[in-house]
């Protein structure tokens, strides 16, 4: 048995309850994940393993809607993801710094070059089987992508399973 975090008291497991995972800034539902609760002071905590599967699974997810155009909190995780700065993100995407500031506040949105591009940067440094080469399976992702500025709502959650980043997991190019 597990001590809490918070107090020290004995805590109990909690199974089958799905978990919001709102620390990734998105709005994440995971299932399949052990919860703890502590039975003195109620705090609810959970372990979560292979947390960098976790976010190439979330970052895939993302990269592979097809409707729309990426949110500004997709955006922020995506470069959070990829370890850069908003300099660093703007200077690869060809953009002022700035503006990757409005895109991630919502003041302005993401054009679709720089839409695609982005994804692009997402599941190259994503895929395990990719050394800097740009899986094919982005060319068909791309061709399908909005071709117009349309306002269309991304899903509001993501749900995953323990299993989708865990073990046999997702593949992000699918070859």
């Not at 050394?131 to 500025?149: A, D, K, T, Y």
């Amino acid at each position: 048995m597990k001590k809490c975090v918070e107090c020290g008291g004995k805590t109990g497991s909690i199974k089958n309850k799905p978990y919001r995972y709102d620390e990734c800034g998105l709005d994440v539902v995971l299932h399949g994940v052990t919860q703890f609760r502590c039975e003195h002071c109620k705090e609810v905590f959970v372990s979560l393993p292979g947390i960098e599967a976790l976010h190439r699974a979330i970052g895939g997810f993302i990269c592979s809607k097809r409707k729309a155009l990426l949110t500004p909190a997709e955006i922020k995780f995506l470069r959070k993801d990829l370890h850069l700065k908003s300099k660093e993100l703007a200077s690869a995407l060809g953009v002022r710094p700035e503006t990757v500031s409005r895109w991630e506040t919502g003041k302005e949105t993401i054009g679709e070059t720089q839409d695609r591009l982005l994804r692009s940067l997402y599941m190259n440094y994503a895929s395990e089987k990719a050394n800097n080469v740009i899986c094919h399976g982005l060319v068909q992702m791309f061709s399908e992508l909005p071709r117009e500025r349309k306002e269309v709502k991304s899903p509001k959650k993501i749900e995953l399973n323990l299993a989708d980043w865990l073990g046999a997991g997702m593949e992000l190019c699918g070859t």
